[in-house]
């Protein structure tokens, strides 16, 4: 089992920043694929941005060059960078994990751009 907690949403205004991190914790051996969702009002859960144990990533083109996911294995975290915000990026994130035991997801954090 793999529990995940997000942390870093909040209110920010348009063009601004913030990061959301995501640390796993639990019994796994080894947790290949993290990435971050996103859900918005009334809309379907979307990718945002994958990385693999490698380093490997992968975005949705509504958020590359604005947006750079990263990770540090030792403490099997997961971190999204977003700049230059938008009214659109508002949502519920959610952190998400491929492990030897499965895949999971975090409780979700929201992210409101507003001014």
């Known amino acids: 089992q793999v529990q995940l907690v997000e942390s870093g949403g909040g209110l920010v205004q348009p063009g601004g920043s913030l990061t959301l991190s995501c640390a796993a914790s639990?019994?796994?051996?080894?947790?290949?694929?993290m990435g971050w969702y996103r859900q918005a009002p009334g809309k379907q859960r979307e990718l945002v941005a994958t990385?693999?144990?490698?380093?490997?990533?992968n975005y949705a083109d509504s958020v590359k060059g604005r947006f750079t996911i990263s990770r540090d294995n030792t403490k099997n975290t997961v971190y999204l960078q977003m700049n230059s915000l938008k009214s659109e990026d508002t949502a519920v994130y959610y952190c998400?994990?491929?492990?030897?035991?499965?895949?999971?997801w975090g409780q979700g954090t929201q992210v409101t751009v507003s001014s």
């Open positions: 990385i693999t144990r490698g380093g490997n990533t």
């Open positions: 998400y994990s491929e492990a030897n035991s499965g895949r999971y």
């Open positions: 639990g019994r796994f051996f080894r947790i290949n694929l």
